[in-house]
């Protein structure tokens, strides 16, 4: 069964910065593709971030160049730097894993395996 857990969530002032981090507690982490995922009330959820067992990476276009996705295989975990964060950032952010390679796009269908989510808030 697989089990993530998320951290790293808080509140921060515009243009700041947070490290997100999951922890996969799960046998053949890295043979499976992780996400970052985000929900803002009354919004649906979308995909941030993603990266492939062979460490190729995807970004939304809201986030490209101000968030970075990584993992770390030996540690099992996932995490997302998030630098000049905007007020529109504001969101449960949720780790997601699906095994294999990612699929084309970033949709909450995609991924079976989800963490329980971290708030995020970017507020002056």
């Known amino acids: 069964q697989v089990r993530l857990v998320e951290s790293g969530g808080g509140s921060v002032q515009p243009g700041g910065s947070l490290r997100l981090s999951c922890a996969a507690s799960?046998?053949?982490?890295?043979?499976?593709?992780m996400g970052w995922f985000r929900q803002a009330p009354g919004k649906e959820r979308e995909g941030v971030a993603a990266?492939?067992?062979?460490?190729?990476?995807t970004y939304a276009d809201s986030v490209k160049g101000r968030f970075a996705i990584s993992r770390d295989n030996v540690k099992n975990n996932l995490y997302l730097q998030m630098n000049s964060l905007k007020p529109e950032d504001t969101a449960i952010y949720y780790c997601?894993?699906?095994?294999?390679?990612?699929?084309?796009?970033?949709?909450?269908?995609?991924?079976?395996?989800w963490g329980q989510g971290t708030q995020v808030t970017v507020s002056s």
């Open positions: 997601a894993a699906v095994f294999g390679y990612c699929p084309p796009s970033m949709t909450r269908s995609g991924f079976g395996d």
């Open positions: 799960y046998y053949g982490y890295s043979n499976y593709c």
């Open positions: 990266i492939s067992p062979n460490m190729r990476t």
